[in-house]
């Protein structure tokens, strides 16, 4: 299972990464607050939390966590394919072959 962050899951609909963590928490897969979300036992299920830091120990360490996806929520959130499509017809529209790939590798 390849697991998106909710950037990367807002990039395949249109959604800021906060807007897709709204419709996140909406839908039951997360609780909490933005920058304190937790899966809920229904996101467990779709998504894992992963956890960072900065390398750094004693006063200058700091860590956090968020949640990474399925790809599978994003189809409960909007349209992945619609987004696309919309995508191509701005490019036709403007003259472009095809259009151009913003993401990152994952």
């Known amino acids: 299972m390849a697991y998106k962050s909710a950037r990367k899951i807002g990039e395949m609909i249109g959604l800021s990464s906060q807007k897709t963590n709204v419709k996140l ?58 987004y696309n499509r919309k995508l191509e017809e701005i490019c036709k529209e403007i003259g472009l072959e095809e259009p151009f790939d913003f993401s990152e590798d994952d």
């Open 25 to 82: 928490k909406e839908l039951g897969y997360l609780d909490g607050e933005p920058g304190n979300y937790n899966l809920t036992t229904k996101g467990e299920q779709v998504g894992k939390m992963v956890y960072d830091d900065n390398g750094y120990g004693g006063k200058c360490a700091r860590g956090w966590g968020y949640a990474v996806w399925d790809e599978s929520v994003a189809y409960e959130i909007g349209d992945p394919d619609g």
